[in-house]
């Protein structure tokens, strides 16, 4: 059925373009409208001095960013070599080993006694099943009464009653 139905939609745009407004000249070409010749070597020439412009502007605006950089790369450099002094090398001292952990054995507590209690097997059943005997009283059983369904009027008289419920009361949901 999707099958279908995205192929009547597929229809119906191509008929739109074929039909509606402007449809006629759609599938037209264009010959009124000549296309431009340009040769190979005017597009060359003109990428060319476009990226000579673009490249040159680029080049000047890293320039200066790179010659404020330097100038103050420069300048802190001085400032620091000049204002720090020479400290004296001295050794640090190894730190003192650390002594080996101590295990803390666990606690015990005091076992419980538990008291035990004897448990005894039930009595086998004094008639085994499978030993043979006939059960009589599945013989004298009366079948059980067959249950009563409704009439297909009933059901429908009881269905109609059950949807005119549902709309009064859907109808006094709204109003509310």
């Known amino acids: 059925m999707k099958f279908l139905m995205f192929n009547v939609v597929v229809i119906g745009a191509l008929a739109y373009l074929a039909v509606g407004p402007g449809g006629a000249d759609f599938f ?6 000549p296309v ?5 070597e005017d597009i060359a020439a003109k990428a060319k001095e476009l990226y000579e412009q673009v490249y040159a502007e680029r080049m000047n605006e890293a320039e200066k960013f790179f ?21 004296p090398a001295t050794q ?3 730190p003192a080993p650390r002594p080996a952990p101590v295990k803390k054995a ?26 043979g005997k006939v059960i009589v009283t599945a ?8 249950p009563k369904f409704m009439t297909p009027r009933q059901r429908a008289r009881e269905l109609n009653r059950l949807v005119q419920d549902m709309e ?3 109808a006094d949901k709204l109003a509310n």
């Open 28 to 33: 037209k070409t264009d010959t009124a409208v």
């Open 36 to 40: 431009p010749v340009v040769s190979k």
């Open 67 to 87: 010659s404020m950089v330097d100038k103050e790369v420069t300048d802190d450099e001085t400032d620091t070599i000049v204002a720090a002094e020479p400290k």
């Open 92 to 94: 640090e001292a190894a």
């Open 106 to 131: 666990p606690v015990l507590t005091a076992a419980k006694e538990i008291p035990v209690v004897a448990v005894h097997k039930a009595p086998p059943p004094a008639a085994p099943v499978g030993t």
């Open 139 to 146: 013989q004298k059983m009366e079948p059980a009464p067959a």
């Open 168 to 170: 009064i009361f859907f």
